[in-house]
């Protein structure tokens, strides 16, 4: 640190700097550096320890992959991934150890520790001057994000990984930012350097552990699951016309697509070409009238075994009829759509005719615009025509009109307000919606009015706080309270909504 060109007057302060240090080194005893010496030996045997348990889940692993490449190949891939870019890491981290105890005179033999465990200044000029530490930031910073990229669906881990791995540069004592390996290694001695690099060693692992677990994890998420695992059937219809076939797809709701189980009805096994991508399809001709029972079972195998799984349905045999069900409730709503399914059991779609307000067929049913219908109820009809176009039956259903709910307002997802800073009220963004509507509804802020207690209201165009609403945020007391309301907010098809609900905030 004291070489190269300098300047008497750097020169003379690097010297007082080394005279500092070795001051320093006088006031750090032999037992806090043995203690040092301890706390790391310690995260050592730590780091073994997740090391044995990470080689278990690997082991898991290859013991998929066998048992199913199609489904654990992919996720054993990425886990042996971190594990290369993990094992990389840690051993740059031994090596940058090793190398720092031997730049500062090595090993003591009789005791196993480094010789001088108190050593500053060849540290620091290594990892420094050097711009090892840099290199080391560099390598951190490439493992964290190498994590991040199998593990963004899975909010709390990467913000964990973020956390642990941050080499942002940090603030001083005197206020001034720093490079991270600088606050990190200057100034401090070998032993407490080495002692860092091995907490750095430890996070490196156990944040290997907790990736390849979120991996296997997804494994499984494509494997049955026995705890609440139910056998579904899924008719065509339950109603069926006499003469006409009965058909049913059978299958287990969470189904392993890699292979296919047997299926049994009635004591009769289900044909190979009547299995596909794990749906049964159970088919029989109908004759007698009224309500017909039918019960079978679904083996699929699990862990090398069969495991049963019981499944049985009921079906009622009736003459033909009109049957009108709404997708979500028997309500339609002003300003959104809403889709209906209209089916009359044994009759070909074609030769079904519905008519209503706002009433249209898009694919797989058909849709209710009643925005622009007056009245609070409306009559939705369906006729049944034969093959020459002729209405042979027609069937009516009435359905009550309603306007959109309260929508709820929320800054950072919590509805109603709440205590926040100075900060995050300044910044936030004012949303909208219907958490609890059965519809998804998008509502975009346009326009709100702000009461900032001391200020008379405001009225802000957009969804953000301008520039003056923000001054005088920063000037408010703790405990003082800002009102979000008269929120206006628009659908995605562009219907203004005004009933949406305040906002109460207290700053803090």
Avoid: C
């Amino acid at each position: 640190m004291a070489g190269g060109k300098l300047t008497p007057r750097q020169k003379m302060i690097n010297m007082m700097y080394l005279v500092l240090t070795a001051l320093l080194a006088l006031n750090v005893s032999r037992e806090v550096m043995d203690a040092f010496f301890d706390v790391m030996q310690n995260q050592q045997n730590t780091i073994n320890t997740v090391n044995k348990q990470n080689n278990s889940v690997y082991a898991a692993f290859d013991a998929a992959n066998l048992e199913n490449p199609t489904k654990a190949g992919p996720w054993r891939t990425k886990a042996y991934d971190v594990k290369d870019k993990a094992e990389e890491l840690g051993n740059y981290l031994a090596e940058l150890k090793e190398t720092l105890v031997t730049l500062t005179g090595g090993w003591d033999e009789e005791t196993g520790k480094p010789k001088s465990m108190d050593n500053k200044e060849k540290v620091a000029n290594y990892l420094i001057i050097e711009k090892h530490g840099e290199e080391l930031k560099s390598k951190m910073n490439a493992y964290r994000d190498a994590l991040l990229a199998y593990s963004s669906e899975n909010e709390q881990l990467s913000a964990s990984l973020k956390q642990v791995f941050n080499t942002d540069d940090v603030t001083n004592k005197e206020g001034v930012p720093e490079p991270w390996e600088k606050h990190k290694f200057e100034h401090y001695p070998l032993i407490s350097v080495m002692t860092f690099l091995t907490g750095m060693q430890s996070d490196v692992t156990n944040a290997e552990a907790q990736v390849i677990d979120h991996l296997q994890e997804n494994i499984g998420k494509a494997d049955l699951k026995f705890t609440g695992v139910k056998a579904m059937v899924l008719p065509k219809s339950t109603y069926i016309t006499q003469g006409d076939f009965y058909e049913a797809d059978v299958f287990l709701a969470a189904y392993d697509e890699t292979q296919e189980p047997e299926i049994t009805i009635n004591g009769q096994s289900l044909s190979a070409d009547q299995i596909s991508g794990g749906i049964g399809k159970y088919k029989i001709k109908t004759s007698a009238t009224g309500e017909i029972k039918w019960a079978g079972v679904i083996n699929i195998k699990q862990g090398g075994e069969l495991k049963p799984y019981e499944v049985s349905g009921v079906y009622t045999v009736a003459p033909p009829s009109v049957v009108i069900s709404p997708s979500k409730l028997n309500v339609l709503y002003r300003m959104v759509d809403n889709p209906l399914e209209i089916s009359v059991p044994g009759v070909d779609p074609s030769k079904i005719k519905v008519s209503g307000s706002g009433i249209t067929k898009v694919s797989g049913g058909y849709m209710a615009n009643v925005t622009g219908v007056s009245g609070k109820e409306m009559t939705i009809t369906v006729q049944v025509l034969d093959d020459e176009g002729k209405v042979k039956q027609t069937q009516s259903k009435l359905f009550r009109i309603k306007g959109l709910p309260q929508a709820e307002a929320s800054i950072y997802k919590r509805s109603g307000g709440g205590e926040f800073s100075k900060s995050l009220v300044k910044n936030a963004t004012i949303e909208a919606g219907y958490p609890d509507f059965p519809y998804d509804l998008t509502l975009t802020v346009t326009s709100f009015e702000v009461k900032i207690e001391g200020y008379p209201p405001a009225k802000i165009s957009g969804n953000t706080l301008d520039g003056t609403n923000k001054s005088r945020i920063d000037g408010l007391r703790p405990g003082s309270s800002v009102t979000i309301r008269k929120i206006v907010a628009r659908t995605p098809k562009g219907d203004q909504v005004t009933n949406i609900g305040n906002l109460s905030i207290d700053v803090n």
